[in-house]
């Protein structure tokens, strides 16, 4: 199969596969037709169908029940049955395969959410985008920078309501902290460092060996979709995917998502320019128990006006460092005694020239080394989220409003997908450490530039760990080296298991 960026024919077979949806005739709705929703129910309620319903779908879509749920879907129906979501909607007609479902009820659908694994968020989203369809995906947004990309320009090119579920970017902290940043209430900053406590699922694990058996109520092929095909195991599904490359992007995709917001928002950031990624044992499958990463982004001038506030002077160079797996930051001269820096699962400090900034975990609780409280101008929007229904329901908001009057939310892909982009960039750095150099990257063509063509990385399959007479031995196990070329324009832009594909990249 050609790379996603090349000519990815958008056919009825690669659109159904192999399922038995294939003998059925494929309607889908242009986005010329439906404009603003795809159906319009006589209530004026969202007709709205979830893909990937058994953890946090089940979630987003309880504080979406004031609307029309009318379409479940989901690869593991024990999971799903197991947690109440079918008993909730009992009308809701239920699909294992998203294709599927996009078929026959492509006419009676204005909206998708999808929280399904990392690796299809790009698949799932994409197809629907491309129907016309509103969209609320998961974080992270998607597996690979391409992909970001793709459903950047996607939602542009169709004029779509748009949200990643970083539900803290419609919170409080994330408005102040902007606003704090802004009005230069800490200087200038040029360094920021965040943390999480995750992972809480296992990871730094050998790829398991054996294959169990794949139970009745799971189509183990649609949750591996454009992945390689692997045999099952319990380790991978239910949630701990999260922890194989494959299929999750680790604790860095799965938290920076709501502890790096406030900074890529606050800051104006865009592309990187330098990543460099180190980690505990890095293993070709499983993501490593502890990373850090660098990241180095170049002076900017402000591009961002909220109510006329706008900054001056152009922000300067600034490196943002991330830490997982247990590492926080030192704590800094003054910090309060006792103060723990774990705010709801993280911290980040923003060192200013004047004074330091710190918030927790989605943006939540910002202050002031100093102890000094701002007064800075309130310029961004604000969402209650105890009357209008918070992150999920002011994309509903964005969905009924027409494309030249629509409001963006707070996550708006415009955003989220430069943003994500960002935060896939750390896993790659992680995946790249062995390369031992800093990374240059230009993000408009989605290229590593310092990459040569006789350099060539291998990973550890296995790490072989033994007790010989009370000593601790490993016996490695490697890949083959590979082209660091190809390793990393695979990672950029992964190629899919055939009949999986994505739409086309739009000019």
Excluded at 383 to 410: F, L, Q, Y
Aim: with cysteine.
């Amino acid at each position: 199969m050609e790379k996603n960026s090349n000519k990815s024919a958008f056919s009825r077979r690669a659109f159904l596969g192999t399922t038995a949806a294939a003998a059925a005739g494929l309607t889908i709705v242009p986005s010329h037709v439906v404009a603003g929703l795809g159906h319009k129910a006589p209530s004026d309620k969202l007709n709205i169908v979830g893909v990937g319903v058994g953890g946090m779908g089940f979630a987003n879509l309880k504080n979406l029940e004031s609307e029309n749920i009318v379409g479940l879907c989901d690869v593991d129906w024990k999971y799903t049955g197991g947690n109440g979501v079918f008993d909730r909607w009992p009308k809701a007609k239920k699909y294992k395969d998203w294709r599927k479902m996009y078929d026959e009820m492509g006419k009676d659908f204005d909206a998708v959410v999808v929280a399904t694994a990392d690796h299809t968020h790009a698949l799932v989203a994409a197809h629907a985008m491309t129907m016309g369809k509103h969209v609320y995906v998961q974080k992270p947004l998607t597996h690979s920078v391409y992909e970001s990309r793709l459903l950047t320009k996607l939602a542009k090119k169709h004029q779509l309501a748009t949200s990643m579920g970083n539900q803290g970017s419609s919170g409080e902290g994330v408005n102040l902290t902007t606003e704090w940043l802004v009005n230069g209430e800490i200087g200038e900053v040029t360094k920021v460092e965040a943390f999480t406590d995750r992972p809480i699922w296992p990871q730094g694990l050998n790829t398991p060996e054996v294959g169990h058996w794949v139970p009745d109520t799971l189509d183990w092929d649609l949750f591996v979709g454009p992945a390689k095909m692997r045999p099952f195991n319990e380790i991978y599904h239910p949630w701990n995917w999260r922890g194989w490359w494959d299929y999750g992007t680790g604790a860095l995709g799965d938290m920076a998502c709501h502890i790096l917001h406030p900074v890529f928002v606050g800051l104006e950031l865009g592309y990187p320019i330098h990543a460099q990624g180190s980690s505990s044992l890095l293993l070709q499958d499983c993501a490593p128990v502890s990373q850090s990463v660098k990241m180095t982004f170049p002076s900017r001038a402000p591009q961002r006006a909220w109510k006329g506030m706008k900054r001056n002077a152009e922000l300067p160079q600034v490196d943002v460092h991330w830490y997982d797996g247990g590492i926080k930051w030192n704590l800094p001269e003054g910090w309060p005694a006792g103060k723990n820096p774990n705010d709801s699962g993280g911290g980040v400090i923003f060192h200013g020239t004047k004074d330091k900034l710190i918030c927790g975990c989605y943006g939540v609780n910002p202050w002031l080394l100093s102890g000094r409280v701002p007064e800075a101008p309130k310029f961004r929007r604000r969402i209650d989220n105890a009357t209008s229904g918070g992150h999920e329901m002011d994309w509903v908001r964005a969905c009924k409003e027409s494309p030249e009057n629509r409001v963006p939310t707070a996550s708006d892909f415009s955003e989220a997908g430069p943003f994500n982009e960002m935060v896939v960039m750390g896993v790659l750095a992680v995946r790249l450490q062995s390369l031992n150099k800093v990374l240059d990257w230009n993000g408009e063509k989605m290229e590593f530039t310092n990459l040569s063509d006789d350099e060539t990385i291998r990973t550890v399959i296995k790490d072989g760990f033994e007790i010989h007479d009370g000593h601790p031995t490993f016996k490695k196990t490697w890949t083959d080296p590979v082209p660091a070329k190809e390793f990393a324009a695979e990672l950029i832009n992964h190629t899919y298991r055939k009949p999986w594909s994505l739409p086309d990249m739009p000019a």
